[in-house]
């Protein structure tokens, strides 16, 4: 253990203690109570350097933890516990706590208005906030779209438009923001967005849901862009499923002059990846997750054509056609023989992704990274000529635009 987590772990112990103390001076030495005081040691005393090694510690351990239970999550985290402590405490954290901002996916209008009007009111958000994400869903649940519903779900607040953008000039060091409105309220935003025509320079990374792709041009700095989660492949805003939104969004994002990193949650059928050379030719990083739509083999030609393209992602490589369909159902790896079936199933898949690599890394030859699914990473060393000198396979979770970059 550091000197720094030592002395972290000592003064977080003295905390604990205090109460304690101060109660047992309080009935055992009434007479000098000021004086003892006084002469305690303190978290208070210390600098903010000091406070800041701590709370970077404190994030630190709390996030090297197992996932809490249910039940732990209704705690306070470590953090914000010690944020608690007092004002000075809390200043000394509000970087941390206000970092990010979220305002959650099953939130309705009137509740997401409420934390828009508490932001604005906030000077700590204003001053340390650097991720911002809004994620609503307001509109038929899983059942009701299973049997057909089209409900559309009430329009948002006349205000909240013009709040949420009021809340995102406000911040002038969002470096991430994601913007997830429901589908078939989005042009109330683009009519007032485009009206006021405002700007967000400071956003390096943007993650838009559907038929948000006209807020890109806001940004004009952007370095990444991606789509959100499972609703971009269920996009219904036509009355039916389309890929309209994911044709949009891709020309939209080919208007940001300095993209390097481009990734769209959809089936990738070759005209879609097509769309996306013509759009960005010299893109250095693409992500292809979910898959379904042409095998690998059909969507090379098109691949090889990405002379600046460095790291690469495709589906898991059951979706890419290359005669590896493992069994889907967990039944099947329990009981007699399970065990050695789920051996089996790896050694395959690992296979297969060998394979698959060696056929992408010599038809790209500008790449140098490869996942294969979300979980399998391959890289390469060339040698002068071009060809593959070593390739190397790490195994561990892809880190996506779209998820939460903080937990405080």
């Not at 001053?127 to 948002?156: V, W």
């Not at 911040?171 to 006021?196: A, G, M, Q």
């Not at 038809?363 to 979980?375: A, F, I, K, Q, T």
Request: glycine fraction near 6%; charged fraction near 20%; proline fraction near 7%.
């Amino acid at each position: 253990m550091s000197y720094v987590e030592l002395v972290s772990l000592g003064l977080l112990t003295l905390l604990l203690l205090l109460p304690s103390t101060l109660l047992s001076l309080f009935t055992r030495y009434p007479p000098i109570l000021t004086e003892t005081i006084e002469e305690l040691p303190s978290l208070n005393n210390l600098n903010n350097d000091i406070l800041f090694e701590i709370c970077d510690w404190v994030k630190l351990h709390h996030a090297s933890q197992d996932s809490p239970s249910s039940t732990h999550q209704q705690l306070l985290s470590p953090l914000k516990a010690f944020a608690s402590t007092n004002k000075h405490m809390r200043n000394v954290a509000a970087r941390d706590i206000f970092q990010g901002i979220k305002i959650g996916q099953d939130w309705n209008w009137e509740r997401a208005l409420r934390a828009l009007d508490s932001i604005a009111q906030c000077e700590a958000v204003r001053l340390y906030a650097k991720f911002f994400m809004i994620d609503l869903y307001i509109g038929p649940t899983y059942e009701e779209r299973q049997r057909g519903c089209d409900k559309k779900g009430p329009p948002p607040p006349r205000r909240f438009p013009k709040m949420l953008l009021q809340v995102l000039t406000s911040l002038p060091n969002i470096n991430r923001l994601t913007l997830v409105i429901p589908e078939h309220h989005t042009n109330v935003f683009k009519k007032i967005y485009n009206k006021s025509n405002p700007s967000f320079p400071s956003v390096r990374t943007l993650v838009l849901g559907p038929h948000m792709d006209w807020i890109i041009a806001m940004c004009p700095n952007l370095t990444t862009i991606s789509s959100h989660d499972w609703r971009w492949l269920h996009s219904n805003i036509d009355g039916k499923q389309s890929n309209r939104h994911s044709a949009d969004f891709i020309k939209s994002a080919g208007q940001a002059k300095n993209l390097r990193y481009f990734e769209m949650q959809e089936r990738w059928p070759r005209w879609q990846l097509e769309a996306v050379y013509e759009a960005m030719p010299m893109i250095q990083s693409l992500a292809m997750p979910v898959g379904g739509g042409d095998c690998i083999k059909d969507l090379l030609p098109t691949l090889s054509r990405f002379k600046g393209l460095l790291s690469l992602v495709l589906p898991n490589v059951s979706s890419l056609g290359v005669g590896f369909s493992p069994p889907w159902c967990g039944n099947a790896y329990m009981g007699p023989g399970g065990e050695e079936l789920a051996l089996q199933v790896e050694a395959e898949g690992r296979q297969a992704a060998e394979m698959v690599a060696r056929m992408v890394f010599g038809n790209v030859p500008s790449l140098e990274e490869l996942w294969v699914g979300d979980h399998s990473k391959a890289n390469i060393t060339r040698t002068d000529t071009g060809e593959i000198d070593e390739m190397s396979w790490t195994y561990n979770s892809r880190q996506k635009p779209n998820e939460d970059p903080w937990d405080p």
